[in-house]
């Protein structure tokens, strides 16, 4: 179970990325200010997947 979330999770960084890149690019977002928006979303989205895979732990 663990592999395949974790394989799920990679998937789901790896889009949420693109889709983050694809902003910065469309807002015409400074250099400066990228590395935060990415670390910020990055950080929120592997909060968000570690307490997922928790709750999935607690609920089988």
Request: with cysteine; glycine share 0%.
């Amino acid at each position: 179970m663990a592999i395949v979330f974790i394989i799920y999770a990679l998937i789901i960084l790896f889009i949420i990325n693109s889709l983050t890149h694809s902003l910065c690019q469309k807002t015409n977002m400074s250099k400066e200010k990228q590395p935060k928006v990415f670390r910020t979303i990055n950080v929120l989205i592997t909060i968000l997947l570690i307490s997922s895979y928790v709750e999935v732990l607690n609920t089988v």
